[in-house]
């Protein structure tokens, strides 16, 4: 009998090792998550916001789109040759089928694309234009406007908690707006030459924008096997083409007589690095996150975005601000809250509806930041599979 019980406290106490050590690699991976998800929300909200009202010479934000795009397919196209491991051979052949042989699943793909163009180049404008800390704010309807279009276009369902989370965040977004309005002869946004309503309607039509294209590209992208770098290429060649339409269109004649890199400096060549690779970084970080850290991490880059503001742009922080900031901070850790857990058949039917994971990071970012399908029933369970996989070299 004593023989027979020390063999399961023996083997229990090997098995406890590697599960611990497992457990705090995993909680590690949470951390370094959420530290990229903050710095990389906030950081790029903030520099543009400081690169477009310094003084002096101003770039085309048209062509730091463009530039942005070109970064990323190039980037993604070293990416591709790596896994082809250098054949030249299997890389144009794996290109040429999946843009040309089946181009009318790159054709899909338009839509999209012309989408997040649009919305690239209304960031910058509503950046412009806009307090940081009051776009990070408003930014968060883009979570109103994908549920909604979810619900419309996906057929899926919302939570008692994710209805109440949604009016929360609208009407933290108005009180923001009320208070920013009603001061906003009295701040210098308006005394140097930046346009408040431009701004808003930007921020507005980006959320909008924002909605819908992270719901359509899920839609059309139900079962798809391509890989998430393909799918960044065929998204960057329509954003290339389109941001030069729109770079032809808006700054035309006056990029032929001073240059596509006209004031470009350190800081604006930062801002175009964040946003070309920070939506891959994201992709690649958000793997190991789940729809809490997800929140936390928008609801902690408000905050960052907002104490930044005051020291570099002199931004003033009153009770009805708090109070709408407060509100968009809580409803968005709301709407991140997995599910209640259901029978078994009404889980797997919610699990199969979550957004796939081959999606393009430029995309994918949207996707993931705005549907709520919890990828588990606790942070453990969304985390453990997937470093697993990892680990297998899956």
């Known amino acids: 009998m004593a023989a027979s019980s020390e063999g399961p406290v023996n083997g229990v106490g090997e098995d406890k090792t590697p599960g611990r050590r497992q457990s705090e690699a995993n909680r590690k991976l949470k951390y370094i998550s959420l530290a990229v998800l903050v710095v990389q929300n ?81 960031q910058y404008v509503a950046i412009s234009n806009l307090p940081a800390a009051t776009f990070q704010v408003t930014y968060q309807l883009k979570i109103l406007t994908t549920a909604l279009f979810s619900v419309l276009m996906l057929r899926k369902t919302l939570s008692r908690v994710q209805w109440v989370s949604l009016v ?40 909008l924008s924002s909605g819908f294209a992270g719901v359509y590209f899920e839609k059309i992208l139900k079962g798809s096997s391509a890989s998430v770098w393909m799918r960044n290429v065929q998204l960057g060649i329509f954003g290339t083409f389109l941001g030069l339409l729109g770079l032809w269109w808006n700054d035309g004649p006056a990029i032929a007589e001073m240059g596509f890199l006209f004031g470009y400096t350190p800081l604006v060549w ?47 922080v009153d009770l009805l601000f708090t109070l709408g900031a407060g509100l968009v901070i809580g ?40 549907l709520s399908n919890g990828d588990g029933d606790s942070e453990t369970d969304a985390f453990l599979p997937k470093f697993q996989e990892k680990e297998k070299g899956c």
Not at 53 to 62: A, K, N, Q, S, Y
Not at 361 to 367: F, K, L, Q
Request: a positive charge; charged letters at 10%.
């Open 331 to 370: 409803a968005v850790y709301m709407y991140s809250l997995p599910k209640v857990a259901a029978p078994s058949s009404s889980s797997s039917s919610s699990s199969s509806s979550s957004a796939p994971s081959t999606v393009s990071a430029s995309a994918s970012a949207h996707i993931r930041s705005h």
């Open 270 to 316: 930062g801002v175009i690095f964040n946003q070309a690779f920070g939506g891959l970084l994201v992709a690649v970080v958000v793997k190991y996150a789940d729809n809490i850290l997800k929140g936390f991490a928008t609801s902690f880059s408000i905050i960052v975005s907002t104490v930044t503001s005051v020291y570099l742009f002199g931004f003033h």
């Open 168 to 207: 929360l965040l609208f009407s933290g977004v108005a009180i923001v707006q009320v208070e920013q309005e009603g001061k906003q002869k009295e701040t210098t946004v308006a005394g140097a030459g930046q346009n408040y309503a431009k701004g808003l309607v930007a921020v507005v039509v980006s959320c």
């Open 42 to 122: 906030a950081s790029l909200i903030l520099s543009i916001r400081y690169v477009r009202t310094l003084p002096g010479e101003r770039f085309f934000t048209t062509s730091a789109v463009v530039m942005a795009e070109v970064l990323k397919v190039l980037t993604c196209l070293c990416i591709i040759l790596l896994q082809k491991r250098g054949s030249l051979r299997d890389f144009i052949a794996l290109l040429y089928d999946s843009i040309f042989v089946q181009y009318w699943d790159t054709l899909k793909l338009a839509v999209p694309s012309l989408i997040y163009t649009l919305q690239n180049n209304l």
